[in-house]
Nanobody
């Protein structure tokens, strides 16, 4: 069964850094656009960043210049490097896999908690 497993979340001070990982299994990694989303309590899930199979990236305005998404095709893993973290970045972060081939299923990970606090 397809799995997306996020890791790397935790507690950091404002201005600190974290690197989130999303490990994909039982999935044709190279035909998916991978994205990171976050969802604060009581709010809708918010787009953070994405990367296509060809390496094209998109970033939300709220994280431009601070977060960098990347992928390692050999390891079937997607990363989100988060620098200059702010308290407002605190929430659960989710990995998403959107197929580039039509009519295939979209997958979500279970989420990893990021807390930015002094």
């Amino acid at each position: 069964q397809v799995q997306l497993v996020e890791s790397g979340g935790g507690l950091v001070q404002p201005g600190g850094s974290l690197r989130l990982s999303c490990a994909a299994s039982k999935l044709n990694f190279n035909i998916y656009v991978f994205g990171w989303y976050r969802q604060a309590p009581g709010k809708q899930r918010e787009f953070v960043a994405s990367i296509s199979s060809s390496g094209t990236t998109k970033d939300a305005d709220s994280v431009k210049g601070r977060f960098t998404i990347s992928r390692d095709n050999a390891k079937n893993t997607v990363y989100l490097q988060m620098n200059s973290l702010k308290p407002e970045d605190t929430t659960v972060y989710y990995c998403n896999a959107l197929p580039e081939i039509p009519d295939l299923q979209t997958y979500w990970g279970q989420g990893t908690q990021v807390t930015v606090s002094s």
